[in-house]
């Protein structure tokens, strides 16, 4: 139903109702092919590998008329089928990047007329994937995010800011406390957001010898950021297995005394914010 | 919301070794946007969906803030000022209280990052790719939600 306006010449059209989403492509084995029986794909169907040239792509068979160009455009657009989606298209990945490793996520809503299609893909860019899932080899990613929590310090900011403690002011009448408070507030607020840039600083520092790339995120906020503080940094480090755990340790120490910052360690994630290179191979790697 | 979703899931089983699996079923919406739709390799698919389109229009709007009538009745409107998401967007349009505030934070955003900076040159760090600077900056301001009254309280 929905047919792609920019089919290859010679290439013959998928049965029409059918489609190949694409999650991740990993190294043709054993391991690939016993985890992805396990797994449901993004329409909830089997997940299968597709092999080529040593390297296997996980798939699932989608229906066109919702993975097709306007109906991919229409589940997008949809909050709860956005998350539905990008939550299976992960569990994927992570599944296997948790039994088969390494493996290269692909990013949401890769999707190709048929299985032949994407051995072909395989196929033309063996080279380059090899090349990635070398590098990413006893990889992993961790996310690090820092916050500012200016409420966690409004009690105690006031005090010292004023100089006074809060109780001794019945006096000075209740709109001068209530502007004094204010701005005890607010210098309060700029000492979180110092303190954490400071720690946000540190977060670098602190992986200087262990990560081997870095990539940084927007900061997150609004509907979808959970968390109580402001998000001042958002960060990933691909980072050798070995080392994660200690790493994760070293950042959560960085805010330990510091009750205005949170820093909130993810992962380990599949290497999603490392693979950039692989539309331009001679582009060069990371930074 | 995500609560309601959560039950809908269609969830492969959770084997994973510690070492590299980690919680893909309790992992951050969030988080996992921003690396689906952001981030993994990008291959020319047979059916091109542009993300770019989507995640700029859809998922900033529709994720970033609650709605857009929520977020204008709140005074967030940072995308009308967005150069690369409306063509209404002019700096001059600043003197009213919402475009006060937000200049006000987004000054407070950019004295932060220069200090980010500072330290990271001073701990010998490269600097970090700014690959959405340009968004950034207005982005950042609107996470504090608290700050909104001091802000209108300062000006006043």
């Known amino acids: ?287 | 919301m995500s609560d309601s979703l959560a039950g809908r899931m269609p969830g492969p089983p959770r084997n994973a070794a510690p070492a590299y699996g980690q919680s893909g079923s309790s992992a951050n919406l969030a988080d996992i946007l921003e690396r689906v739709l952001d981030k993994g390799v990008v291959i020319a698919g047979d059916i091109q969906i542009n993300l770019l389109d989507i995640e700029l229009l859809t998922i900033r709007l529709r994720l970033l803030v609650a709605s857009v009538d929520k977020a204008k009745e709140m005074g967030i409107d940072w995308w009308e000022h967005d150069p690369s998401l409306s063509s209404r967007a002019r700096p001059a349009h600043r003197s009213a209280s919402p475009g006060g505030r937000r200049e006000a934070l987004a000054e407070e955003n950019e004295r932060l990052r220069a200090e980010v900076a500072r330290l990271r040159a001073a701990g010998g760090l490269p600097e970090a790719e700014h690959t959405d600077a340009e968004h950034t900056d207005e982005d950042s301001g609107h996470g504090e939600a608290e700050a909104v009254p001091e802000g209108r309280e300062e000006r006043r």
């Not at chain 1, 890769?110 to 990413?136: C, I």
């Open chain 1, 1 to 287: 139903m929905t047919t792609p306006s920019h089919v290859p010449a010679g290439v013959p059209a998928a049965a029409g109702d059918e489609l190949t989403y694409v999650y991740a492509v990993g190294r043709d084995g054993p391991a690939l092919r016993a985890v992805a029986p396990r797994l449901a794909g993004a329409d909830g169907g089997p997940v299968r590998v597709i092999g080529a040239d040593g390297l296997g792509a996980l798939v699932s068979t989608v229906p066109a008329d919702a993975f097709g160009e306007s109906g991919l455009a229409t589940q997008l657009e949809d909050l709860a089928r956005l998350e539905a989606i990008a939550r299976a298209h992960h569990s994927v990945i992570d599944a296997a990047f948790g039994e088969a490793p390494p493996i290269l996520p692909m990013r949401l809503a890769t999707v190709y007329l048929d299985d032949a299609r994407v051995g072909a893909v395989l196929t033309r860019r063996h080279v380059h994937f090899r090349e990635l899932l070398d590098r990413l080899e006893n990889h992993v990613e961790l996310g690090v995010k820092v916050y500012a929590d200016p409420r966690a310090v409004v009690g105690t900011a006031s005090v010292a800011a004023t100089g006074t403690p809060a109780g001794q002011t019945p006096g000075a009448g209740a709109g001068r406390a209530y502007l004094r408070q204010r701005r005890a507030q607010q210098r309060g607020g700029r000492a979180a957001h110092r303190a954490a840039a400071e720690v946000a600083g540190r977060v670098a520092e602190v992986a200087g010898g262990v990560a081997v790339s870095r990539a940084v995120h927007r900061p997150q906020q609004g509907q979808l950021a959970t968390h109580s503080g402001v998000n001042v940094a958002n960060e990933a480090y691909l980072v050798p297995v070995e080392h994660a755990d200690r790493l994760r340790q070293g950042w959560h120490a960085l805010a330990e005394d510091e009750p205005r910052v949170s820093v909130e360690v993810t992962g380990p994630w599949a290497p999603y914010s490392f693979t950039v290179s692989a539309e331009a191979p001679e582009g060069g790697g990371n930074p």
